[in-house]
């Protein structure tokens, strides 16, 4: 019996209205400069610290703080201030510079050239899918490791790796299912770009990439929130909490971190 025929994913992705979405938080390019954003309903002043000097942060409504930093700082550590005392990283971070409760980096996500740039995606009906931890995968545990590693997937007959979860968690190694930091791929395992290089190469041999995610709670360490829980789940991870950046304790409102992953 002949089979119906398969839209290619990439071509289901292409086909739906196409909206420009900026992220409500995280450092935005901007004529000028770099935006900065936090969502911190419970404090009355921040501050942006960047290489050793200190901006303070507008204050904007629904409980925002907002600066636009010259220049395009592009390697740089940089914290908030909070006006309470703490000093905390960036809940929207793109990289770390050391674990959880380090500073954040300063990146630029427009500076990598795709090689692939005509990849369409494959037929679903095709999907031969590979669940891959990059820390076993390789001895070195890296996504530049796992890219030499592609062409013995593709020989056997795979056509899609999902990877384990990447987002920043506490320490060097895990399952990755403890991240705090979700837009953050763990310092262990390589930069931003060279994350952008692993899917860029798998593109180039025909594999699709799907990416574990968790988005229903956050690890028991470097969560940048208040101590009031109002909802604890298994093992001590926090699912609903609010002071700074991530969810307010009014489960009715929703929080920039929910607003992002309903545009996904």
Known sequence: MKQPESTPLGEV???????????AWGPRLVEGGIQFRLWAPAEDSVNQ???????????AKDGWFEVIVAGR???????????????????ASRCQS?????PSIVINPESYQWKTTSWKGRAWPET????????TFTSEGTFLAVI????????????????????HFPGERGWGYDGVLQY?????????????ALIDAAHQRGLMVFLDVV??????????????????GIGGHQCFSGRVGLFKTNLKERSPMTDDMMTL
């Open 13 to 23: 992705i292409k086909s739906a209205e196409k909206k420009t979405v900026h992220p």
């Open 49 to 59: 610290r960047l290489a050793n000097q200190s901006h303070r942060m507008n204050q």
């Open 73 to 91: 700082p592009f390697g740089q550590e940089y914290v908030f201030a909070l006006g309470s005392g703490p000093v905390v990283a960036d809940p």
């Open 98 to 102: 050391q674990d959880v409760s380090g």
């Open 128 to 135: 031969i899918l590979y669940e891959l931890y990059v820390g």
């Open 148 to 167: 030499d590693k592609l062409d013995r997937l593709a020989a056997l007959g795979i056509t899609a790796i999902e990877i384990m979860p990447v987002a």
């Open 184 to 196: 953050a791929p763990h310092r262990a395992y390589g930069t931003p770009e060279e994350f952008k």
């Open 215 to 232: 988005y229903n709670h956050f690890g028991p360490e470097g969560k940048i929130v208040s101590q009031e829980v109002v909802y604890q």
